[in-house]
């Protein structure tokens, strides 16, 4: 008898536990107070309805669920794509074509058949490498490791403006790297790029053939800065790139399952034909509700505000007791407590509130250390009195860890000191 293990791909037990299996793993057995609701800030999910509208557009394609949707879109979502295109990111989208988007069902699936697409088996005669953000979406650590290829972590730390160090990329990583992903504005930290960081990517995807697949799904929700699109760090041009747009946050419709890819004609055919065998085509009411909601911007421009007012619940309750620098766009605070699994096991236990550690959002080097270690990632997406609520409860403790943290931080540099002048003796 053979044994069941042999029927898995042994790249499925090369990924990392999903962030929320840890999670439940760290939080299960310990008991949160009893007089007091929990709260949970774990997740990024809008906690908003979608708009009213949807409800009228599927009752009006009703008689479409029994049709097989085209893979590559229909005419009417390929177009609102371009027109949100044009009105989001201005008229470097004029010379885009609907053959250069596809509908998908939530960009982590476009992701993931992206990379199964345009991963080549070899690159520079040795295993491709699929290049990712640390901490990063776990999406992109599945896409690279079922393309078979290596994913290579870049760190992002505040030293480098929570970004992949471009300085840093050994010229042999650049020659086998087949893809590599980029989330702009930035995942969980909420950092807008600066146009020079895309434009110098951009070129070095171009002059070492790789795909930049850049994954906008923040790009709507910001302060008072709006972030540039990689559109318009290209000039209009998308050779060798791929955008992801999303309207998970951009719509409050993270359930709906739509968003869509456009890029380079070469990068899109691939991914047309084994969607055409594998993917989960987007049905035509979700096409023609996705194509209203990329249409209409009014209600996104009260998704933001009602984002704006909860930060500044947020800031306001964190303020008497934390130094915080607000993100500029996404939905998350990306806070440093000096231990983030300790500080998310005593949010727990002593307030009652669920936040996810950074290290489960990032990948552990050799020393069983990551770059998200120190941070704990909350959620802004409830109302402002429960965020108030909540984070009133938190930043007592959030300020305890950061001082603790300081402590023990000098107690090292002390004994530091103390053993330098000891040997100096
Ligand atoms: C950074 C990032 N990218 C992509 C996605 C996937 O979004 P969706 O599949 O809902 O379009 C998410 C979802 O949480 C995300 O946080």
Same mark, same amino acid.
């Given at each position: 008898?053979?044994?069941?293990?042999?029927?898995?791909?042994?790249?499925? !037990?090369?990924?990392?536990?999903?962030?929320?299996?840890?999670?439940?793993?760290?939080?299960?057995?310990?008991?949160?107070?009893?007089?007091?609701?929990?709260?949970?800030?774990?997740?990024?999910?809008?906690?908003?309805?979608?708009?009213?509208?949807?409800?009228?557009?599927?009752?009006?394609?009703?008689?479409?669920?029994?049709?097989?949707?085209?893979?590559?879109?229909?005419?009417?979502?390929?177009?609102?794509?371009?027109?949100?295109?044009?009105?989001?990111?201005?008229?470097?989208?004029?010379?885009?074509?609907?053959?250069?988007?596809?509908?998908?069902?939530?960009?982590?699936?476009?992701?993931?058949?992206?990379?199964?697409?345009?991963?080549?088996?070899?690159?520079?005669?040795?295993?491709?490498?699929?290049?990712?953000?640390?901490?990063?979406?776990?999406?992109?650590?599945?896409?690279?490791?079922?393309?078979?290829?290596?994913?290579?972590?870049?760190?992002?730390?505040?030293?480098?403006?929570?970004?992949?160090?471009?300085? #840093?990329?050994?010229?042999?990583?650049?020659?086998?790297?087949?893809?590599?992903?980029?989330?702009?504005?930035?995942?969980?930290?909420?950092?807008?790029?600066?146009?020079?960081?895309?434009?110098?990517?951009?070129?070095?995807?171009?002059?070492?053939?790789?795909?930049? #697949?850049?994954?906008?799904?923040?790009? !709507?929700?910001?302060?008072?800065?709006?972030?540039?699109?990689?559109?318009?760090?290209?000039?209009?041009?998308?050779?060798?790139?791929?955008?992801?747009?999303?309207?998970?946050?951009?719509?409050?419709?993270?359930?709906?399952?739509?968003?869509?890819?456009?890029?380079?004609?070469?990068?899109?055919?691939?991914?047309?034909?084994?969607?055409?065998?594998?993917?989960?085509?987007?049905?035509?009411?979700?096409?023609?509700?996705?194509?209203?909601?990329?249409?209409?911007?009014?209600?996104?421009?009260?998704?933001?505000?009602?984002?704006?007012?909860?930060?500044?619940?947020?800031?306001?309750?964190?303020?008497?007791?934390?130094?915080?620098?607000?993100?500029?766009?996404?939905?998350?605070?990306?806070?440093?407590?000096?231990?983030?699994?300790?500080?998310?096991?005593?949010?727990?236990?002593?307030?009652?509130?669920?936040?996810?550690?950074?290290?489960?959002?990032?990948?552990?080097?050799?020393?069983?250390?990551?770059?998200?270690?120190?941070?704990?990632?909350?959620?802004?997406?409830?109302?402002?009195?429960?965020?108030?609520?909540?984070?009133?409860?938190? #930043?007592?403790?959030?300020?305890?860890?950061?001082?603790?943290?300081?402590?023990?931080?000098?107690?090292?540099?002390?004994?530091? #000191?103390?053993?330098?002048?000891?040997?100096?003796?």
């Amino acid at each position: 008898m053979v044994g069941a293990e042999s029927m898995v791909a042994e790249r499925l !037990e090369r990924l990392t536990d999903y962030p929320f299996a840890r999670l439940r793993a760290l939080l299960d057995g310990i008991q949160p107070p009893q007089d007091r609701d929990p709260i949970s800030m774990s997740v990024g999910e809008p906690q908003d309805p979608c708009p009213d509208f949807v409800a009228g557009i599927l009752d009006e394609h009703r008689a479409d669920w029994n049709r097989y949707p085209p893979v590559g879109g229909t005419p009417a979502h390929n177009q609102a794509c371009l027109g949100w295109l044009r009105r989001r990111f201005g008229a470097v989208a004029d010379g885009l074509t609907p053959d250069q988007v596809l509908p998908l069902s939530g960009t982590r699936e476009g992701m993931f058949l992206a990379a199964q697409a345009l991963v080549p088996e070899r690159k520079a005669g040795r295993q491709p490498a699929v290049c990712l953000p640390n901490p990063y979406y776990a999406g992109y650590e599945g896409s690279a490791v079922m393309s078979g290829a290596e994913p290579v972590y870049l760190d992002c730390r505040a030293e480098t403006g929570f970004l992949p160090d471009l300085d #840093a990329l050994d010229p042999s990583l650049l020659a086998r790297t087949a893809l590599f992903f980029l989330c702009s504005p930035t995942n969980p930290q909420g950092v807008i790029l600066p146009r020079d960081y895309l434009v110098r990517l951009i070129g070095l995807a171009r002059r070492h053939g790789f795909v930049l #697949a850049v994954d906008e799904c923040y790009v !709507e929700i910001y302060g008072d800065r709006k972030p540039i699109g990689a559109l318009e760090a290209a000039d209009g041009d998308l050779t060798s790139l791929l955008l992801f747009q999303s309207l998970s946050k951009r719509s409050n419709a993270a359930g709906l399952r739509a968003g869509f890819v456009v890029g380079d004609r070469a990068l899109i055919e691939p991914q047309r034909r084994l969607r055409s065998y594998s993917a989960a085509c987007m049905p035509l009411p979700i096409q023609a509700v996705a194509a209203a909601l990329w249409d209409d911007d009014a209600h996104v421009a009260g998704v933001r505000d009602r984002y704006r007012q909860r930060f500044d619940a947020a800031c306001a309750s964190l303020a008497p007791h934390l130094p915080y620098q607000r993100a500029e766009a996404g939905f998350f605070l990306w806070l440093d407590v000096g231990d983030g699994v300790e500080t998310a096991a005593s949010l727990w236990r002593e307030a009652g509130i669920r936040v996810l550690p950074g290290a489960f959002l990032s990948k552990a080097g050799p020393d069983g250390r990551s770059v998200g270690d120190r941070y704990v990632r909350i959620a802004v997406v409830h109302d402002p009195a429960t965020i108030a609520e909540a984070m009133g409860r938190a #930043a007592p403790i959030l300020a305890r860890s950061r001082e603790k943290a300081a402590a023990d931080l000098s107690t090292i540099s002390n004994n530091e #000191a103390r053993r330098e002048r000891a040997g100096g003796l």
